[in-house]
Nanobody
């Protein structure tokens, strides 16, 4: 059974930082890409980052480049999203998702339950 479990969301002031974790079980990080996707109220899902674990290549949305980074810990089967310089427009539910590759329309096969990130002064 595939499970993706996110943690680390919360409330932070603008300019602050959070680190989200996605613990993966039931599939190999060597074979699957892991993406972070967010959805703000009333908006469509937005792909934030995607880690192609086979070659360690990464994609980031333009809106987060230079502020967010994604990395993995193989020993813990966990992928992280480090978010620095947070802005109010980063407020959303953040999901990790998995599939055999990074998908343009975010229609991944496997999803976590999501974790809320709120950025406000």
């Amino acid at each position: 059974q595939v499970q993706l479990v996110e943690s680390g969301g919360g409330y932070v002031q603008p300019g602050g930082s959070l680190r989200l974790s996605c613990e993966v079980s039931g599939l190999s990080l060597d074979d699957y890409a892991i993406a972070w996707v967010r959805q703000a109220p009333g908006k469509e899902r937005e792909g934030v980052s995607c880690l192609r674990t086979r070659d360690e290549s990464l994609d980031y949305a333009d809106s987060v480049k230079g502020r967010f980074s994604t990395f993995r810990d193989n020993a813990k089967n966990t992928v992280y999203l480090q978010m620095n310089g947070l802005k109010p427009e980063d407020t959303a539910v953040y999901y990790c998702a998995a599939d055999l590759g990074c998908l343009l329309h975010n229609d991944y096969d496997y999803w976590g339950q999501g974790t809320q990130v709120s950025v406000s002064s």
